[in-house]
C-alpha cells in the first residue's frame, strides 16, 4: 500500500512538473528585434526557468533578457494574444 501511495504521489509531482510555463522577453541584435513569449518549463521557479529557456533561445539566435513569470496552466489564455508567433514557441 505505501508503494502504491509513494508511486501515486511521484506521478502526481511529475504532472505538476509539466504544468509550468514562463513568461519572458529576449532580443536579436543586428538587426534589433524584441519579442515576448511564453514557453513550457520544467520546475515552476525563475532561476530554473531561466536556466532552461536561455540554451533554447540561443540556438535560434535570441538573447534570453528576463523571465518575468512563471505560472501555471490557468495563465495561458491571458498571454497567448500578447506572445503571438513566440507562444510555447520555444
Known amino acids: 500500500m505505501r508503494l502504491f501511495l509513494a508511486a ?16 519572458y522577453k529576449a532580443k ?3 538587426p534589433l528585434r ?3 513569449g511564453v514557453a513550457q ?3 515552476c521557479d525563475k532561476g530554473s526557468a531561466k536556466a532552461e529557456l536561455k ?9 534570453l533578457l528576463n523571465v518575468i513569470s512563471t ?8 498571454r ?5 508567433d513566440y507562444f510555447l514557441r520555444f
Open 8 to 23: 501515486a504521489l511521484l506521478c502526481l509531482a511529475s504532472a505538476a512538473q509539466a504544468e509550468c510555463y514562463a513568461d
Open 28 to 30: 536579436q541584435d543586428d
Open 34 to 36: 524584441l519579442h515576448y
Open 41 to 43: 518549463v520544467s520546475a
Open 55 to 63: 540554451p533554447r533561445l540561443a540556438q535560434a539566435g535570441w538573447k
Open 71 to 78: 505560472f501555471g496552466p490557468e495563465g495561458l489564455n491571458e
Open 80 to 84: 497567448k494574444s500578447s506572445a503571438g
